[in-house]
């Protein structure tokens, strides 16, 4: 009797250890698909947003020149544009960067997209690799002022001349008298100070035709250079 008490025991108890290991199994593997599905969200939703740009698909970048961290005393955004070609790039995506005295330090540049911050990667090192390209913060951007085009520095003006003297250097042009600014810039260390005013215009034409008319003009018997700000 007690040999079939335990034939029992032991056939009754086998169906309900294997449900309980069915169930188990079943848990385990619910619970390692969830985890590997949640991770696999993760690693996606992390991966995206290291790359990702601002809301409207804009990439921020500026570019200064490997000598000395200067683009050139003459650039153009024409010239800029050219370098990053295949980027999708106008004038109004390109503000350039002068220091206190006028030189152009570097430019800031507006990207439609993220490829096309890459391809300009690419273009500059394929002209040479004069120039870097590093992403910066829309704000940098937004806060950045630009002269597009409607100013103009005078290069060279005497010291001893005065706002009449100017304004006769300039006459039959269209400039606003009040922004004037005088400031003195020294071009080598073993060169003489020379003094530069820069002066607004309306428009673009206005400074174009006074850089066209005035450029190479005298000013109290000195020959005066007319440059272009952007």
Not at 45 to 73: C, E, H, W
Not at 142 to 153: E, F, H, M, Q, R
């Amino acid at each position: 009797m007690s040999k079939l008490a335990s034939l029992r025991n032991a056939l009754s108890s086998r169906p309900s250890h294997q449900l309980r290991s069915a169930q188990v199994g079943s848990l385990w593997a619910s619970s390692h698909r969830f985890l590997s599905t949640e991770a696999g969200t993760d690693g996606a939703s992390s991966g995206a947003s290291l790359f990702q740009s601002s809301p409207d698909g804009l990439v921020y970048g500026r570019i200064t020149g490997r000598v000395q961290n200067m683009l050139g005393k003459n650039m153009l955004k024409t010239d800029l544009i050219h370098h990053l070609e295949g980027s999708d790039l106008s004038f109004h995506d390109v503000k350039f960067d002068y220091n206190r005295v006028y030189f152009l330090t570097g430019a800031l540049v507006q990207f439609p997209s993220q490829s096309s911050f890459e391809n300009g990667h690419k273009q500059l090192r394929l002209k040479g690799g004069l120039f870097n390209l590093q992403k910066i913060d829309r704000s940098e951007w937004d806060i950045k002022s630009s002269y597009d085009g409607k100013a103009v520095l005078m290069e060279g003006i005497p010291f001893n001349a005065t706002q009449d003297d100017l304004e006769r250097f300039l006459s039959g042009c269209n400039y606003d008298s009040t922004s004037f600014q005088s400031v003195t810039r020294t071009e080598r260390s073993d060169s003489d100070p020379i003094r530069i005013v820069m002066v607004r215009f309306p428009t673009q034409l206005d400074a174009s035709h006074a850089y066209t008319s005035k450029n190479r003009s005298f000013c109290l018997n000195a020959p005066i250079n007319m440059r272009i700000l952007q």
